[in-house]
């Protein structure tokens, strides 16, 4: 079954680094997101990308952080120089259709800034 | 504005016990989407269910089973006889048609004790 895949599972970088979190969505799907769930507490939508552009971004994302779909494959979250609150998992999520269908989700990648 | 709300922080019961984990939401658009999400310990996310806001219907697969009420804007998870795997977090999520981002709630932590 198709899934999409997120690397790496776990990243532990110091405060004031940059972050590069990778994900591959599943391949024939159009709309990709970014999702954040500080430790214990809910999820919280960071972005949506279509057409290889930002559709729609949340007051969380801010300059700090940027989307890329570099090579048609791969779906990056690059967060420029990490704060201790950035710590959290992010998760990739992918969707074949415009609002009707489910996101499929990575299994995660949780950042640890120290 | 969109909001989930799940009023049950964690739930605890006894192996072989139903139960029910709550959700409600607002919204003002007439087309949305309702699903819910599984989060074991593990962390990664899954999907469990997806429904329209025209289909009320209740749904069951196996010892799962959702109760969709648009008149209380209700979407309830109830697990029959539960068992010790079903011990996770369950978040109730809501998307409006269009490319728009999925709204988690706060989620219920599940614990079923042997």
């Known amino acids: 079954e198709p899934e999409v895949t997120q690397t790496p599972s776990h990243q532990v970088t110091q405060m004031g680094q940059e972050v590069i979190l990778r994900c591959v969505p599943i391949s024939n799907h159009l709309y990709f997101y970014w999702y954040r769930q500080i430790l214990g507490q809910k999820v919280e939508f960071l972005v949506s990308?279509?057409?290889?552009?930002?559709?729609?971004k949340s007051e969380i994302f801010d300059d700090q952080f940027s989307v890329e779909r570099p090579d048609g494959s791969n779906f990056t979250l690059k967060i420029r120089s990490t704060k201790l609150e950035d710590s959290a998992m992010y998760f990739c999520?992918?969707?074949?259709?415009?609002?009707?269908?489910?996101?499929?989700f990575g299994e995660g990648s949780r950042l640890t800034v120290l | 504005a969109q909001k989930v709300t799940q009023a049950q922080t964690e739930i605890s019961v006894v192996e072989k016990e139903d139960v029910t984990l709550d959700c409600v939401y607002e919204?003002?658009?007439?087309?949305?989407?309702l699903f819910w999400y599984k989060q074991p310990p593990s962390g990664e996310l899954v999907f469990l269910i997806r429904?329209?806001?025209?289909?009320?219907q209740n749904e069951i697969s196996g010892r799962y089973s959702w109760n969709f009420q648009k008149s209380t804007s209700s979407f309830n998870f109830t697990i029959t006889a539960s068992q010790v795997v079903d011990s996770a977090v369950y978040f109730c999520a809501l998307r409006h048609s269009g490319n728009t981002p999925l709204v988690f709630g706060k989620g219920t932590r599940l614990s079923v004790i042997a």
């Open positions: 990308f279509y057409n290889n552009e930002i559709s729609e």
């Open positions: 429904r329209n806001s025209f289909d009320e």
């Open positions: 999520a992918s969707s074949e259709f415009k609002g009707t269908g489910e996101l499929f």
């Open positions: 919204t003002r658009d007439t087309t949305y989407y």
